[in-house]
């Protein structure tokens, strides 16, 4: 004896054979509608070269560096040993300009002591730096040994990050 059969659940291919075949296309009517106005397009965005989005970015008289700084630096992607490496020089730098004195630059050793990273990690992380715009290096001789600097192009996130909690803020 066989036992009865349960009735089998459809597919989606199963649902599509049986669907209705669709009658023929309508005819197209005899007068043609006017055409559709002609798009604009818009303006095309200003696309930033690599030189500028890394160019140091310009502070106004009201955004204060070390501020601007930590934050660009805290929004930024770049690897973690990076922005340590990052907020141990800035500590260093001058809080108004970020300008580091030759008596203040730290040897790789030192920077390596005081972040817990092994030297060849923060020779990377400088150069990862030195890469994305945050650090600018002087000609030696100077009373400058190396500059932090907030790229432009991350400047203006900053700016447009500042300007939406403002207005968050106020309401």
Known sequence: MTAPTTPRIPTPGDLARRAPKSAAAPAQPAVLAPAAPARQTPAPERRVSAADAIAPGQLTSREHFRKYFLFGLRISRMH????????????????????????????????????????????VALANLHSRGWLHYQPPGGDTAATLAIPAAVLEQIRADVQRHRRSYSR
């Open 80 to 123: 973690p040993h990076s922005r340590l490496v990052g907020h141990d020089l800035l500590w260093r730098a001058s809080h108004a300009t970020g300008r580091l004195a030759p008596r203040m630059w730290p040897s790789l050793e030192q920077l390596a002591l005081d972040t817990g990273l092994t030297t060849g990690q923060v020779d």
